[in-house]
């Protein structure tokens, strides 16, 4: 039986459409004034669960919102499935993959995708959205940034470790790691923007009222669990 997820309103503009696969990846939707972007794009077993694609074009289409980007939080196989980002395309034909250099690789069966190296900053409508280059999970790491909100990817936050650090075709270096949170801990200041809830691509960690700069000085330490 194909099992119907339901759309959670997480924060204002900020719509967790499903959580896929046993990993349990998030899809989400971003929305301001009828313009959107839909962010992963996790596999799934058709046998069981709808399509993100399917499951967003409707979203979309009752709620009248126009999407424009297409985004991922890294490059990941729970994040970034093929197929689902083919779906997408189907559903979405003039979004725009808006995706880090590093997924470069993945992309050459996909057209209108644009690739940015360290910052990129898109609207929908009048609403800011930033994607912020931030390697520390793995080398492709995007900061989502939305409606005071950042979604921060698998970053493990409050510890400098990361999951993958044992596997050496996948570790990020600790300069690398200690530069992106250094660059994360900037943010505020340097883009004058107040960020106040932080939450997991996997909508397993969810963090209100948060002091991002603060958080961010907090995740250099190196810390044995997390
Ligand atoms: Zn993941």
Not at 18 to 37: K, M, Q
Not at 174 to 191: D, G, N, P, Q, W
Request: glycine share 4%.
């Amino acid at each position: 039986m194909i099992k119907r997820t339901r759309v959670q309103e997480w924060s204002n503009g900020i719509l967790l459409l499903g959580r896929f696969e046993w990993f349990g990846t998030g899809c989400w939707l971003l929305h301001h004034n009828g313009i959107g972007a839909i962010l992963e794009l996790p596999p799934y077993n058709p046998n069981h669960q709808e399509s993100p694609a399917t499951k967003a074009y409707n979203v979309c289409r009752k709620r009248a919102i126009h999407v424009k980007y297409i985004l991922c939080t890294h490059a990941h196989t729970d994040h970034f499935s093929i197929t689902t980002a083919r779906d997408m395309h189907i559903a979405f034909p003039h979004a725009q993959f808006l995706l880090q250099r590093g997924f470069e690789h993945l992309t050459h069966e996909l057209t209108n995708v644009q690739l940015f190296d360290h910052e990129c900053t898109v609207y929908l409508e009048t609403e800011p959205l930033y994607l912020i280059h931030a390697p520390k999970h793995s080398w492709t790491d995007t900061h989502v940034i939305f409606k005071g909100t950042a979604i921060t990817g698998d970053w493990e936050l409050n510890t400098l470790r990361s999951v993958h650090d044992n596997k050496p075709q996948h570790a990020v270096s600790t300069e690398v790691k200690l530069a992106s949170i250094e660059k994360m801990a900037r943010f505020e200041h340097e883009y004058r923007y107040h960020i106040h809830k932080v939450f997991s691509a996997h909508a397993n960690d969810r963090r209100e009222q948060v002091n991002f700069t603060a958080l961010m000085h907090d995740t250099k330490i190196d810390r044995a669990s997390f």
